[in-house]
């Protein structure tokens, strides 16, 4: 990947030269479906779709990036447009097929596992974040032109503050713990979080189940109206 | 990677811009082996997409400094005042800038700033159409020279005003060598915009 640097392919697409997009393409297309697919679990159909908009969308604004800091700024804004594509799929399906699904807690051995109340709080943070959206969504149907805009602002806001209480969450957790969720949840390796916090490998995977089921516990402690709260149809 | 249910909420709160792992998400991007295989004509038809968006583009960013003004005045619908008054130059001045009838050179550093400052422009994007600028301007007179002589010849079938445009545009896309202390001059100009730039513009 660092054989072709970022200047030259950011210089090739401000000159308008078409190399750059087959080098842009060689250098993210398969990486970013594999994250999409991957890390946030969309379909690969909708993952490979998602990235050719993120690739059209930096060449289309391009001329607006400039380096700051060094060659990964490139790299960085690269990824910020990932994220926010990502997070526009996730909004629609949260509107569509809702996020609420199996999930998967095979790493979790029976004394770590979610009791009813812990599953019923997370779940119910997902439920909040979906209603929040479809509100949104209604709000700026609705609205008129000009009142949409400043809609659109003030939902996004709405939607964004119902997650609060896992960034509140994560703060009440010591900085390796804290370190050692943010990064598994987006699958980087326990070797990097490993020179990150300055445990061992296996002191990391040991921990993180056991760092999750605490992180549950406080969002149940602290957000105690999150309990007991059953499926609303939306 | 199993989808969990606390991975997804930190997920979401990472996506929605509650959280960040400073770096170390986009970091473990790069290092990863990809496990997706993109068929050929995928890869191509991408590239194809990418090719046109990258021909749209090129055509819609203005060449020279004039018609980025001009550009600016009719999408905003503002009065030149409402623009020159801000970048701090005379009516007179901001008129030639429009007609790309200034070299840039004569124009002050601060202007420039001002200018980037208040157009979010990059420093790269603007030194480009400085330098497209000047070029139309310094080749010019050359041109003017060529059409008096035509319209000299009283050849009436030649509509100079057409012309001129046209050519305006052909010196402007041009990459023209420019005489060694004129390129020095311009040069100068933009290295020292870069420099005092630097840090301080938004991308």
């Known amino acids: 990947m660092a054989a072709i640097s970022n200047r030259t392919i950011v210089q090739e697409l401000k000159s308008g030269d078409r190399l750059g997009c087959a080098r842009l393409v060689d250098m993210y297309q398969a990486r970013l479906i594999d994250e999409a697919v991957h890390v946030f679990h969309l379909p690969s159909e909708d993952a490979e779709e998602l990235v050719s908009d993120v690739l059209l969308a930096v060449v289309r604004k391009i001329n607006t990036f400039e380096f700051k800091r060094g060659d990964g700024d490139f790299h960085l804004w690269v990824i910020t447009i990932f994220r926010n594509k990502v997070r526009d799929v996730v909004r629609h399906r949260a509107l569509t097929d809702g996020l609420i699904e199996r999930f998967e807690e095979g790493g979790l051995r029976d004394d770590n596992a979610y009791s009813k109340v812990e599953r019923e709080v997370t779940d119910a943070i997902i439920r909040q974040y979906q209603e929040a959206i479809r509100d949104s969504e209604s709000a700026i149907t609705e609205g008129e032109s000009a009142e949409s805009a400043g809609a659109e602002g003030a939902g996004n806001s709405t939607v964004a503050a119902k997650l609060l209480a896992i960034a509140d969450a994560l703060e009440r957790l010591e900085t390796w713990e804290r370190v050692l969720l943010r990064c598994r949840a987006l699958d980087v390796p326990y070797d990097d979080i490993a020179r990150y916090t300055d445990k061992s490998v296996a002191q990391l995977k040991v921990y993180h189940a056991r760092v999750k089921k605490k992180f549950v516990k406080i969002l149940a402690e602290h957000y105690p109206e999150l309990q007991g709260n059953e499926e609303r149809t939306g | ?203």
């Open chain 2, 1 to 203: 990677m199993k989808n969990e249910r606390v991975d997804k909420l930190i997920q979401l709160a990472w996506l929605e811009g509650w959280i960040s792992t400073h770096g170390a998400y986009e970091k473990a991007i790069v290092k990863r082996n990809t496990k997706t295989l993109v068929l050929p004509n995928s890869r191509a038809a991408l590239i194809e997409r990418l090719e046109s968006a990258l021909a749209e583009t090129k055509a819609d960013t203005p060449l020279t400094v004039g018609a980025l003004l001009r550009g600016l005045r009719t999408e905003h619908s503002l009065r030149s005042q409402e623009i020159f008054s801000r970048i701090g130059v005379t009516q007179n001045i901001y008129r030639m800038m429009e007609q790309d009838t200034v070299s840039p050179l004569k124009i002050s550093l601060e202007v420039w700033k001002r200018l980037i400052a208040l157009l979010n422009l990059s420093v790269d994007e603007l030194a480009e159409m400085i330098r497209r600028t000047h070029q139309l301007v310094f080749f010019r007179p050359m041109l003017k020279g060529v059409l008096a002589r035509y319209s000299s010849r009283k050849k009436k079938g030649m509509k100079t005003s057409i012309l001129e445009k046209a050519y305006s545009e052909m010196y402007a896309k041009a990459n023209l060598e420019l005489p060694e202390a004129e390129q020095r001059r311009l040069n100068y100009l933009i290295t020292t915009l870069k420099d005092e730039t630097k840090g301080s513009t938004t991308s």
